[in-house]
């Protein structure tokens, strides 16, 4: 059964949400990302902060993939750490403890040795793991237990996207075609199998980025380096923060040749949180006849 | 004869965090006369013999000079020999609500891009230089 609107995970204090390909959740506010994948299939997501390597997350998709035994698949990759760190316990190693935490099934060995948690979502038919570099019982009540119970399947019609600052709603058949990600300076392109696309930014230090510039300038540079055509710029308000309106355009593609692709059209909008010092911005084009995407919808 | 490769120190990431920058004692500062937000930071060269007397015929400049504005100056006058690079990032995270990694990025450059310009130098902790003049530091 397909779902048509995303579920909504508690929040939590101190936890900020995740939101990539099949994964919606929450994860330590402190939590960035050193290591991201931007295919459907199969990927990962690591994550540090002040004291390094923190987490890791991973997926695997496959049409034929039957319901893996997670017991075992969990026990097996911690028989190969034991085989390369430990390989005098392999011997004696009868299994993992383990116990179902939310939708995923957590398995631990002993404190301070890494441990997992593994989930299979039926209707994507994808395995998503999440490994922990080490484990104890007050990190297993305060971190481990928290991320696991917020987790849920992101697969709804639409799906929400909540990574490096940004948060934003895209149907599930945008495709996350590239990232760049750079420190203070974070854009996600997106294209729709009707070859809409759309890209969003979010950039820090506002303050030496305008110096000497405006809102309108400062867009307008941006838009230009991403080969865009800009027709209209308007300041505006946007839910109550400065913010320029573009219309713009674009050289289209006609299936992957630029030649016959003709021009699309587009829009965009930036903004200015003074208060989190961030500039957010997103733009969108598409083929003549694709309906562009709500503003209000993206951002829900 | 071969010569063996001299090892580069290594530094793990913890102790890159309590590493010291210093400025460079020979270098000068002002404020720029026009605009007084605009700090003028000039380093002297100090080239290879071949190129000193290349420079000398041809009357070329023995010193170069950097315009520090906004953020850049900030950071640079934060170098005081006390703030370790670990100050430096919380300096910006502070400031500019950045996180840690954003923040330590682009700390680690910047003072990369200044040590390479030879306005500065990063020691480990608790290696206090004999002198602050960085050209005397690169002699020995």
Redesign the interface.
Request: hydrophobic share 20%.
């Given at each position: 059964m397909v779902r048509l609107h995303h579920p909504k995970p508690p929040k939590i204090e101190g936890f900020s949400q995740l939101g990539w390909y099949h994964i919606l959740g929450f994860v330590p506010d402190?939590w960035?990302f050193?290591h991201y994948g931007i295919d459907e299939g199969e990927g990962r997501l690591d994550f540090?902060?002040?004291e390094?390597h923190q987490a890791r997350f991973s997926w695997k998709k496959g049409k034929e993939y039957r319901k893996p035994d997670l017991d075992r698949t969990l026990a097996e990759f911690h028989k190969r750490y034991l085989l390369e760190n430990h390989k005098e316990e392999v011997a004696t190693f009868s299994g993992m403890s383990t116990r179902q935490i939310g939708s995923f099934l957590f398995a631990y060995d002993k404190p301070e040795r890494p441990c997992q948690a593994a989930c299979y979502i039926e209707e994507s038919k994808t395995v998503m793991f999440w490994t922990f570099p080490s484990f104890s019982e007050e990190l297993l009540r305060n971190t481990f237990t928290p991320i696991l119970e917020s987790c849920l399947p992101n697969d709804a019609e639409s799906r929400v996207w909540s990574a490096f600052g940004m948060s934003f709603v895209l149907g599930k058949d945008f495709d996350l075609e590239d990232a760049s990600i750079l420190?203070?300076d974070a854009s996600l392109m997106f294209e729709h199998s009707n070859r809409q696309q759309m890209t969003l930014h979010r950039w820090?230090?506002p303050?030496?980025l305008l110096?000497g510039q405006d809102l309108k300038i400062f867009y307008y540079r941006i838009l230009g380096g991403l080969k865009n055509k800009v027709m209209t710029m308007e300041d505006s308000i946007y839910k109550g923060m400065p913010s320029v309106e573009v219309t713009l355009t674009r050289a289209g593609t006609h299936a992957m040749d630029k030649l016959y692709g003709g021009e699309w059209s587009g829009s965009g909008r930036i903004w200015h949180n003074v208060e989190?010092?961030?500039l957010y911005a997103y733009e969108q084009a598409g083929p003549k006849k694709v309906p562009p995407l709500k503003e209000a919808e993206i951002f829900s | 004869m071969i010569r063996s490769k001299k090892k580069k120190p290594v530094l793990d990431a913890e102790m890159q965090l309590h590493t010291v920058p210093y400025r460079n004692t020979n270098v000068k500062t002002w404020p720029l006369e026009k605009d007084p937000k605009t700090l003028v930071v000039e380093v002297k060269l100090k080239p290879g013999p071949l190129l000193a007397l290349t420079m000398k015929v041809l009357k070329a400049r023995n010193h170069k000079k950097y315009s520090l504005v906004g953020l850049s100056r900030t950071m640079y006058e934060e170098v005081d020999g006390k703030n370790t690079v670990e100050d430096l990032i919380n300096i910006l995270i502070r400031e500019f609500k950045l996180t840690f990694l954003e923040s330590r990025a682009l700390t680690l450059k910047y003072l990369s891009d200044l040590m390479t310009r030879g306005l500065i130098v990063v020691l480990p902790p608790g290696e206090v230089p004999e002198s602050l003049s960085m050209q005397k530091k690169i002699k020995k």
């Open positions: 402190n960035e050193t540090c902060n002040r390094w420190p203070a820090g230090l303050s030496e110096r989190e010092q961030r | -």
